[in-house]
């Protein structure tokens, strides 16, 4: 803290409000989140995160991907008018019901 305090150009008030907002937004090696994470439950912006990349667009390259591989082992399944399916019922009796 020592030395991150000594390289900042401006008065230590102002250097140790830097320090900390820098700190409290840097992500902890082992929990993976930042402390302003933690307590606040959403993420402080910054300037490095107009940097980085945007979030959404891999996670719906991911949905993607997911929907891809669970479709290639799905049967394509219409029902038509007057077609004869079955329901299943809970209650006592026969368990399916056609219609």
């Known amino acids: 803290m020592k030395t991150g305090l000594?390289?900042?150009e401006s008065t230590i008030e102002?250097?140790?409000?830097?320090?900390l907002a820098r700190y409290r937004i840097t992500p902890h090696?082992?929990?993976?989140?930042?402390?302003?994470?933690?307590?606040?439950?959403?993420k402080?912006?910054?300037?490095?995160d107009l940097v980085r990349?945007?979030?959404?667009?891999?996670?719906?390259s991911n949905q993607n991907q997911q929907k891809y591989y669970h479709d290639r082992?799905?049967?394509s399944r219409t029902i038509d008018i007057d077609d004869t399916v079955h329901?299943?019922?809970f209650a006592k009796g026969p368990n399916w019901l056609s219609g």
Not at 14 to 19: G, P, V
């Open 6 to 8: 000594k390289k900042m």
């Open 14 to 19: 102002n250097r140790l409000y830097k320090f």
């Open 29 to 42: 090696s082992v929990t993976g989140v930042s402390p302003s994470e933690l307590m606040l439950g959403r």
């Open 44 to 48: 402080l912006k910054s300037r490095l």
């Open 53 to 60: 990349p945007y979030i959404a667009s891999r996670v719906l």
């Open 73 to 75: 082992h799905t049967k």
């Open 87 to 89: 329901v299943r019922k």
